[in-house]
């Protein structure tokens, strides 16, 4: 047993976007992020559509340069944990392995004639010391 305890970071903040929903549900998909992220790169493990659904599993790398030594050759591997496109809402979990554990909630409401109101809700947890200090610097670089 280990004195190891991980620490927690949540941020959530609410952006607006100038589509209705209906266009911008379907693009908080792995596939479908290249459509608006230049440089968005992943690698599609379990889809039946194709497209992001419940249980959907793909990868992204690790940005290289990162502060535990091998990261930049692992992977960071996510699951969606809830889709429900009639409510717009999509939830994901994402691990990198032995260093953070993340659960992201998002919510889109219809905002006037043709916006969407985009709640954003980040919930990180350390697995790892290395993950502690991650953590901390991402705490610091928010406030």
Same mark, same amino acid.
């Given at each position: 047993?280990?004195?190891?305890?991980?620490? !927690?970071?949540?941020?959530?903040?609410?952006?607006?976007?100038?589509?209705?929903?209906?266009?911008?549900?379907?693009?908080?998909?792995?596939?479908?992020?290249?459509?608006?992220?230049?440089?968005?790169?992943? !690698?599609?493990?379990?889809?039946?559509?194709?497209?992001?659904?419940?249980?959907?599993?793909?990868?992204?790398?690790?940005?290289?340069?990162?502060?535990?030594?091998?990261?930049?050759?692992?992977?960071?591997?996510?699951?969606?944990?809830?889709?429900?496109?009639?409510?717009?809402?999509?939830?994901?979990?994402?691990?990198?392995?032995?260093?953070?554990?993340?659960?992201?909630?998002?919510?889109?409401?219809?905002?006037?004639?043709?916006?969407? !109101?985009?709640?954003? !809700?980040?919930?990180?947890?350390?697995?790892?010391?290395?993950?502690?200090?991650d953590l901390d610097q991402l705490q610091r670089e928010v406030v």
């Open positions: 047993m280990t004195a190891f305890k991980g620490n !927690r970071v949540v941020h959530e903040f609410t952006q607006t976007n100038p589509a209705a929903p209906e266009k911008v549900f379907p693009l908080l998909c792995p596939v479908r992020e290249a459509d608006w992220l230049p440089g968005w790169n992943y !690698r599609l493990i379990y889809s039946d559509s194709g497209v992001a659904e419940l249980g959907c599993v793909f990868t992204t790398p690790n940005p290289p340069g990162s502060a535990v030594p091998d990261r930049a050759s692992a992977e960071t591997t996510w699951i969606v944990t809830d889709y429900d496109p009639t409510a717009f809402r999509i939830h994901y979990l994402w691990i990198d392995p032995g260093h953070i554990i993340t659960e992201l909630r998002i919510q889109l409401a219809r905002s006037g004639a043709d916006g969407t !109101r985009t709640h954003i !809700r980040y919930r990180y947890t350390a697995l790892s010391p290395e993950g502690n200090s």
